[in-house]
């Protein structure tokens, strides 16, 4: 299977993914810090895909996405954005919303994290 197919599994297949340098226990960049810290607590349940490991993940997963930075959100299939992004709609509370909007009222009940290795 290709990273290609790899990557699409994840997206496709977790309410919520997370491209990061690093994994939630060892975060290895701020701007990744910054969204799964976003992401915590607004209470999403997050799997995190370590892009470090080989280039050739980062280089798929922008051919895919059409975002060229790392981190990069995703909730169920769709690109919300990087750090910055993240942020911002957990500022404005918009974040939140769409969790609920996307997983259901009750999202948060399912809060976990987990790491998936492509490699």
Known sequence: MSYSEKIKDVIDGSDVALFMKGTPQFVMCGNSDRALQALRRAGAPVTAV?????????QELSALSGWPTIPQVFVKGELVGGADIVEELESSGELERTLRERLG??????????????T
Do not use: F, H, K, N
Request: net charge negative; aromatic share 4%.
């Open 105 to 118: 009222e009750d999202y948060a009940a399912r809060r976990d994290e987990q790491t998936v290795v492509l």
């Open 50 to 58: 370590d892009i470090l490991p080989d280039p050739q993940i980062r």
